[in-house]
């Protein structure tokens, strides 16, 4: 990614006493769709915390308590609001490899969430101390559109009852819990959940984990699945739900496209380590879709993504990673290359005793930047010009 480079050559330049791996917060530029949907004062909140409270200033705070003012849009939006959406039992993953037309390798920036200038930002996230129970309950092969072929995992847990799933690029990933023996059950139960290694065809009566092991090409010994014979360390996206950007086609975020993106790259024939997508069934940053819509209206009503959060009495961002790092240490994995442009999902992740190392971030720049495809809209633009102003992402302005 030539361009991804270039920005941070640019980024170093105009920030000399930062680590090479710190995208920094720009200063406030002039794109038209923001200066007329978000006053000059709202932005002046910095990427490592929210501004001093002040008259003008005190909707950029942190504190989901804090009394806001709902401003009135300065002007009229071109597109009316969208029509009233039913909230769906689940939300399928939209089509890798769709709109992405350029095969191009991930390139990573090392960090170290050990250290203060490791690149992870500044806040720390809390974090529980122990981490949640999952258990894959079943997995399927899912051949794609692209023809790149994924296993889906679905999981179950201790602290919600929400289907929460793994997108598994890579046959040599295997889940501990899927293939761990259930009392009781037959063979065919075993193909039945997806508990078998190689293929299933038709008449197949062994999974090939009670006895002898069938080849997978990539699994090794019975005690050995989870073992991993390729030494790189696998790409990871932890993406949260997002009903909006990955069913119904938004231009108000990039959720549709990160989700694409991530699932080509981790197709990519020369990705020999694999990949996953942990997919968390948190809808609008852990908010709830109707929560999120109501976000949106007050979004045209003159508010950004924060602001809107803050307005409903949510916190900016309601998540929580527990699950993910869980789902991870389920699947093999102990060191990981993680998509993502924000920081605080880097710690979040890694767990509350570092039970995962995040080696290095891989950034989701938008398509359009890269001049790869991709989408325009200003709704997205104020999205993502929010996210670096406010929440700390790691993304140079420059594309904005
Ligand atoms: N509350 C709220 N949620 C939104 C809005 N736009 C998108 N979302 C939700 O934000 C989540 C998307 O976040 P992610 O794609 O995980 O990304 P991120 O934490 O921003 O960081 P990256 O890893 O860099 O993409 C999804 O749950 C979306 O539904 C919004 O305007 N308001």
């Not at 849009?73 to 399928?92: E, G, K, M, R, V």
């Not at 690149?119 to 720390?124: N, T």
């Not at 602290?159 to 929460?164: G, I, P, Q, S, Y």
């Not at 996953?276 to 003159?302: C, H, M, P, S, T």
């Amino acid at each position: 990614m030539p361009d991804l480079n270039a920005r941070q050559c640019q980024s170093e330049t105009t920030t000399q006493q930062l680590p090479s791996f710190y995208s920094p917060q720009t200063e406030t530029t002039s794109t038209p769709h923001n200066d007329d949907d978000v006053e000059p004062a709202d932005l002046s909140s910095s990427a490592n915390g929210p501004a001093p409270a002040s008259p003008t200033s005190n909707t950029s705070s942190s504190n989901p308590d804090a009394e806001l003012p709902l401003r009135l849009p300065t002007t009229p939006l071109a597109q009316p609001p969208p029509t009233s959406l039913l909230s769906p039992a689940f939300t399928p993953p939209a089509t890798p490899g769709t709109g992405t037309p350029l095969p191009s390798e991930p390139r990573g920036i090392p960090v170290d969430s050990s250290v203060p200038t490791g690149g992870c930002g500044s806040k720390r996230p809390r974090l529980l101390e122990s981490l949640p129970e999952v258990e894959c309950a079943v997995r399927a092969r899912i051949p794609t559109t692209s023809g790149a072929e994924m296993f889906l995992h679905l999981y179950t847990n201790n602290v919600d009852n929400k289907e929460h799933l793994a997108i598994v690029f890579g046959r040599q990933i295997r889940s501990r819990s899927l293939d761990a023996p259930r009392e009781g059950e037959t063979e065919l139960d075993r193909l039945v959940r997806g508990a078998y290694t190689g293929r299933l065809y038709p008449g197949r009566e062994e999974s090939g984990l009670a006895g002898p092991q069938i080849d997978d090409g990539n699994t090794s010994t019975q005690e050995g699945v989870n073992e991993q014979k390729e030494e790189t360390t696998p790409l990871v996206r932890i993406h949260s739900e997002c009903y909006t950007g990955e069913t119904v086609w938004s231009a108000r975020c990039d959720c549709g496209e990160q989700l694409d993106e991530a699932a080509r790259l981790m197709s990519l024939s020369s990705n020999k380590a694999g990949g996953i997508i942990v997919y968390l069934r948190q809808e609008g940053r852990g908010i709830g879709l109707g929560e999120k819509l109501k976000a949106y209206n007050l979004q045209d009503l003159g508010n950004d993504t924060v602001e809107a959060n803050l307005l409903l009495r949510h916190p900016a961002d309601a998540r929580s990673y527990g699950l993910a790092t869980a789902i991870l240490l389920d699947l093999g994995q102990k060191e990981i290359r993680l998509l993502t442009n924000n920081p605080e999902k880097i710690r979040a992740v890694e767990g509350p005793h570092r039970e995962i190392i995040v080696k290095e971030r891989v950034a989701m720049v938008p398509l359009s930047w890269k001049g790869r495809g991709g989408f325009r809209a200003p709704e997205v633009e104020g999205y993502l010009k929010t996210k670096i102003e406010k929440m700390g992402h790691m993304l140079d302005m420059g594309g904005l």
